[in-house]
């Protein structure tokens, strides 16, 4: 059983910067590809961006950044002039895929219980 843990949520002013971790553990972390969703109030859950096990990047590119610390076993999501859009419940997830992060949630069988962000104007 994979658990996954997010941390560094906040309350950040637009245009400024946060870092969320993501904390693996239960399983061989380097065999997970690992993706970061978002939920909005009244809105669907959203994929923002994803990482494979060897590292290639999916989705999202230019103002966030995803990596991962397979010595850590931890997956970051840097966040860098963020705007109040931006404000929702940020998920880490685990699918165990060889290939690509996919962009879809059914194919995620792990998830996190989500970090809030929120982004004042």
């Known amino acids: 059983q994979v658990q996954l843990a997010e941390s560094g949520g906040g309350l950040v002013q637009a245009g400024g910067s946060l870092r969320l971790s993501c904390a693996f553990s239960?399983?061989?972390?380097?065999?997970?590809?690992m993706g970061w969703f978002r939920q909005a109030p009244g809105k669907e859950r959203e994929f923002v961006t994803g990482i494979s096990w060897d590292g290639r990047v999916t989705g999202f590119s230019g103002r966030f950044t995803i990596s991962r610390d397979s010595t850590k076993e931890m997956v970051y999501l840097q966040m860098n002039n963020v705007r109040p859009e931006d404000t929702a419940v940020y998920y880490c997830?685990?699918?165990?895929?060889?290939?690509?992060?996919?962009?879809?949630?059914?194919?995620?069988?792990?998830w996190g219980q989500g970090t809030q962000v929120t982004v004042s104007s």
């Open positions: 239960g399983r061989a972390f380097t065999t997970y590809a």
């Open positions: 997830a685990a699918d165990d895929s060889r290939g690509s992060a996919s962009s879809a949630l059914q194919d995620y069988k792990y």
